[in-house]
């Protein structure tokens, strides 16, 4: 049984992380977040401490360190530019971390943190849970035993509808969340350098508050992608049904369908980790480089290979007048 500790218990995914810990057999000890909404933990862990301030979870941690409870794991399930200095203190206190997606916003923070795992003698963990999805891996198999000079054609859409707090909150700041493209598109742009290889080509055509389009052109395919957070954007059948969220991922016209089995993947990724495998920092780097160059990159507009969803009309900032 390993003992962790976990950052970020109040946020939105922090739940799958603490069932991650439970099914595995494994428990919770010590957890931290500014916010005090944690009623889930009774769920899971109702006797792990709890802080709302760093400090003081800090000064536990590291009281734990001397004793037999020492923390094995660190979990980071905090904003996206905090994950880079959470990564640094589980590390610190002599724990392996597993840390959420995006592992960081910038490819030079994962060399950082490379230095500091050779420090501390302890591994950087990312979740990214599409490579474990069966789908996923049936696909990946797929290409790897087809031609090998075939490139195949894919269209990627992922429309998840978000409402006026998204832009409140630090997901809307792009300093902190990285934006659209790294905030909910990172574990795609992973899935398909993971299954199709390494980035050639990389246009953005569309980038806004709420959306954005582009093409790339891997080893393996061409992709064209869609990505937003506007449930204006979401095609007429699913509005018809009240769906709010839209998945789809197309080879040659057909659909590979892996909207299924995505509330396991947190606990087949720890034991993934726990089993001595798990993805590292290097396997974080493809996807970190690719979301950051997006994110720097003068949109082309409507020219070239675009994906269809990027011709709908654009929209007003919520917040505009």
């Given at each position: 049984?390993k003992n962790f500790a976990l950052i970020g218990a109040a946020g939105y995914i922090a739940p799958r992380h603490m069932?991650?810990?439970?099914?595995?057999?494994?428990?919770?000890?010590?957890?931290?977040?500014?916010?005090?909404?944690?009623?889930?933990?009774?769920?899971?862990?109702?006797?792990?401490?709890?802080?709302?301030?760093?400090?003081?979870?800090?000064?536990?941690?590291?009281?734990?360190?001397?004793?037999?409870?020492?923390?094995?794991?660190?979990?980071?399930?905090?904003?996206?530019?905090?994950?880079?200095?959470?990564?640094?203190?589980?590390?610190?206190?002599?724990?392996?971390?597993?840390?959420?997606?995006?592992?960081?916003?910038?490819?030079?923070?994962?060399?950082?943190?490379?230095?500091?795992?050779?420090?501390?003698?302890?591994?950087?963990?990312?979740?990214?849970?599409?490579?474990?999805?069966?789908?996923?891996?049936?696909?990946?198999?797929?290409?790897?035993?087809?031609?090998?000079?075939?490139?195949?054609?894919?269209?990627?859409?992922?429309?998840?509808?978000?409402?006026?707090?998204?832009?409140?909150?630090?997901?809307?700041?792009?300093?902190?969340?990285?934006?659209?493209?790294?905030?909910?598109?990172?574990?795609?742009?992973?899935?398909?350098?993971?299954?199709?290889?390494?980035?050639?080509?990389?246009?953005?055509?569309?980038?806004?508050?709420?959306?954005?389009?582009?093409?790339?052109?891997?080893?393996?395919?061409?992709?064209?992608?869609?990505?937003?957070?506007?449930?204006?954007?979401?095609?007429?059948?699913?509005?018809?049904?009240?769906?709010?969220?839209?998945?789809?991922?197309?080879?040659?016209?057909?659909?590979?369908?892996?909207?299924?089995?995505?509330?396991?993947?947190?606990?087949?990724?720890?034991?993934?980790?726990?089993?001595?495998?798990?993805?590292?920092?290097?396997?974080?780097?493809?996807?970190?480089?690719?979301?950051?160059?997006?994110?720097?990159?003068?949109?082309?507009?409507?020219?070239?290979?675009?994906?269809?969803?990027?011709?709908?009309?654009?929209?007003?900032?919520?917040?505009?007048?």
């Amino acid at each position: 049984m390993k003992n962790f500790a976990l950052i970020g218990a109040a946020g939105y995914i922090a739940p799958r992380h603490m069932k991650a810990i439970k099914d595995t057999g494994n428990r919770l000890l010590a957890a931290f977040d500014k916010f005090d909404s944690v009623g889930v933990m009774d769920s899971y862990f109702p006797d792990a401490d709890f802080f709302t301030e760093f400090e003081r979870f800090d000064r536990h941690v590291e009281k734990l360190k001397r004793t037999e409870n020492k923390i094995d794991y660190v979990s980071i399930c905090s904003p996206n530019y905090l994950h880079d200095s959470h990564i640094r203190f589980g590390l610190r206190v002599g724990a392996n971390v597993i840390c959420e997606k995006p592992l960081v916003l910038n490819p030079w923070n994962i060399d950082a943190l490379k230095e500091v795992e050779k420090e501390h003698g302890k591994k950087v963990y990312n979740i990214l849970q599409l490579r474990l999805h069966p789908s996923i891996i049936a696909l990946k198999e797929r290409i790897q035993n087809g031609p090998k000079d075939k490139i195949y054609d894919i269209d990627l859409a992922y429309i998840t509808s978000r409402g006026h707090w998204y832009y409140t909150s630090w997901k809307g700041d792009v300093s902190k969340s990285g934006g659209i493209a790294t905030n909910i598109g990172v574990h795609f742009y992973d899935m398909l350098t993971w299954v199709f290889g390494p980035v050639k080509t990389n246009q953005v055509h569309i980038h806004t508050h709420d959306r954005a389009a582009g093409y790339l052109e891997l080893e393996k395919a061409r992709v064209r992608w869609f990505l937003s957070i506007n449930a204006d954007t979401l095609p007429d059948s699913v509005k018809a049904k009240g769906g709010r969220t839209f998945r789809s991922l197309s080879l040659e016209g057909e659909e590979i369908e892996f909207s299924d089995g995505f509330t396991e993947l947190h606990t087949h990724s720890y034991q993934h980790i726990l089993d001595g495998n798990g993805f590292g920092l290097d396997e974080a780097m493809n996807s970190i480089q690719l979301v950051h160059d997006i994110r720097h990159m003068k949109p082309l507009g409507l020219v070239g290979e675009y994906h269809p969803f990027a011709k709908l009309n654009l929209a007003k900032h919520p917040f505009e007048n």
